[in-house]
């Protein structure tokens, strides 16, 4: 392997595709590699050639520039000036683990909040749907609004807009007042998530990318269920002359509101996401644009096609296993919950961390140039799960009680435990500039048709034939998944191919400047 200590011939970086013209090493932008395991300079004379000539070997040259060529495998990217990122992730976490928890109290605290207001159950219905509007609707906005301003300020923003909102559902007594307010936190949801996830696959250690990611949606997904417990205990009781619901959420706004004045005004960020993008990309002007691009990647389409699936079975398992278990079984709801949210917060912290451990013990195997070649390796875990998960959830609905909450284990094991690695393949999809704006697309279509349609579409069947026959129809939903998740697995492994035909695949294992040699 030839080593070159000063290499100052201009020359040409090449890396998904696009070429970045340089005078020498110190040119070439700070951030570039860090979310590349190596790339590749060609020389003067080579970056000339024709293309149709034939490629000439590349060889590992050492630059003795550490600080600009290369990032240890286990220490994160400091973008957020003297703040530490894991302090960062921790931030993040927590107003995930928050946010969530507000949601699950939520559900176990409408029969409360209607009694309290005097609300319909159709007007609690439409509390919720603008709720979900406002998420699924401004998400790609505020996605959008990160490639163009501070990403951190519109997360700082988003966790304001949603504390302003909880605290005034805290003390709303109409149903309007309601409505509005429950839209502003959805909004505010919106602005977190949209741009959070990516900035944590940013920031992460290159070889625990797949367990930061896990980490945060196994905060989001136990904090669900701990708030379901949580709020159906305090649901009648009264503090300080509030009812227990009022002062839960005004409580939660209090404990975020620390952490709310450190995101907006205190943490120092890059100016946008193009900023961190490796590769030179040109301004995108509009979100039109953006959109375009995005729902242009086929890869990207089918992807968030086999996770809505997925979501659909979820979304009906969440809420109608309580109601099913008291139907089938005879178990109190109290009872019902309980069981449920226990098994909920195991599953959905041990099984969604260890697809992200399983994730990134596969990547350690490898070292692909580009983030879109380990969709391979993702995917190479999500569709078995998948797989695996069919019988399970299938069957369950049949099984007697023991049965069923051993089979119903299982299947959110094997659901959850796809989560990490399928969210970081919708993202590697596309280049770093446009993440956030792919997260929010992707939380829109899995909401939409996933987890928000598959209540009403299980209701409606299992009104026209049994509780049993309508939740086993609608979990033939994953069936379609499984066939999303295998178009996507073809279309992966050939990309992966197309890069090791056209040399473009390096695979030496550390960070690295290549040069032609002759």
């Known amino acids: 392997m030839n080593l070159v200590e000063d290499f100052q011939t201009p020359g040409r970086v090449r890396n998904l595709g696009v070429d970045l013209d340089i005078e020498s090493p110190e040119s070439i932008p700070s951030t570039f590699v860090p979310q590349r395991a190596n790339f590749v300079i060609f020389s003067g004379h080579a970056a000339e050639e024709d293309s149709n000539s034939p490629r000439r070997r590349y060889e590992s040259v050492d630059t003795r520039s550490p600080s600009l060529f290369r990032r240890k495998d286990n220490e994160p990217w400091a973008i957020f000036g003297s703040w530490n990122p894991v302090l960062i992730f921790v931030i993040f976490c927590f107003v995930e683990f928050v946010f969530n928890f507000d949601g699950g109290c939520w559900a176990a605290l409408l029969e409360s909040i209607e009694i309290a207001v005097g609300l319909n ?31 951190i300020k519109v997360i700082g923003f988003g966790i304001c807009l949603w504390s302003v909102g909880t605290m005034c559902v805290s003390a709303s007594n109409s149903f309007f007042s309601f409505v509005l307010f429950r839209t502003f936190a959805g909004i505010g949801n919106a602005a977190f998530k949209s741009t959070a996830l990516t900035l944590i696959d940013l920031i992460a250690p290159p070889r625990r990318r797949g367990l930061w990611v896990a980490v945060f949606y196994s905060v989001s997904t136990s904090a669900t269920a701990i708030g379901n417990i949580i709020g159906g205990q305090v649901a009648d009781w009264s503090f ?36 961190l993008d490796p590769i030179s ?12 691009t995005i729902l242009g990647n086929y ?13 659909f079975v979820r979304g009906q398992i969440n809420f109608f296993v309580i109601a099913f278990l008291k139907h089938r079984f005879g178990i109190k709801e109290s009872t019902g919950g309980l069981y449920f949210g226990v098994l909920t917060i195991i599953s959905g912290f041990f099984a969604v961390n260890l697809g992200g451990i399983a994730l990134d013990r596969l990547k350690a195997k490898i070292n692909y140039a580009e983030d879109s070649l380990y969709i391979h390796t993702a995917l190479s875990i999500c569709l078995p799960l998948t797989t695996l998960a069919i019988p399970f959830v299938l069957t369950m609905y049949w099984m007697q009680q023991t049965l069923f909450l051993i089979f119903l284990f299982i299947a959110q094991n094997l659901l959850y435990a796809q989560i990490g690695p399928m969210f970081s393949s919708i993202m590697w999809c596309v280049p770093v500039s446009l993440r956030s704006l792919a997260n929010a697309i992707n939380m829109f279509f899995i909401h939409s048709l996933g987890d928000a349609i598959s209540p009403v579409i299980a209701g409606a069947l299992m009104e026209a034939t049994t509780w049993t026959m309508g939740l086993f129809l609608c979990s033939l939903s994953l069936v379609f998944s499984c066939f999303f998740l295998w ?10 191919q197309d890069f090791i035909g056209d040399d473009e695949l390096d695979i030496l294992g550390s960070y690295g400047v290549l040069q032609s040699t002759h």
Do not use: D
């Open 487 to 496: 178009l996507s697995f073809k279309e992966s492994k050939r990309l992966v």
């Open 121 to 151: 159950n159709i007007e609690v219905g439409f509390t919720q749907m603008a709720y979900l509007f406002g998420f699924a609707f401004f998400s790609p906005v505020f996605g959008y609004l990160s490639t163009r301003t501070y990403p």
């Open 240 to 275: 300080i002359n509030m009812y227990g619901w009022r002062f839960l959420f005004a409580m939660e706004v209090i404990v975020l509101f620390p952490i709310c004045l450190t995101v907006s005004f205190f943490i120092p960020g890059p100016r946008n996401l193009t900023e």
């Open 281 to 292: 990309v040109p301004e995108v002007s509009s979100l039109y644009t953006n959109v375009k």
């Open 299 to 311: 890869l990207f389409l089918i992807l968030v096609a086999g996770y809505s699936c997925a979501v």
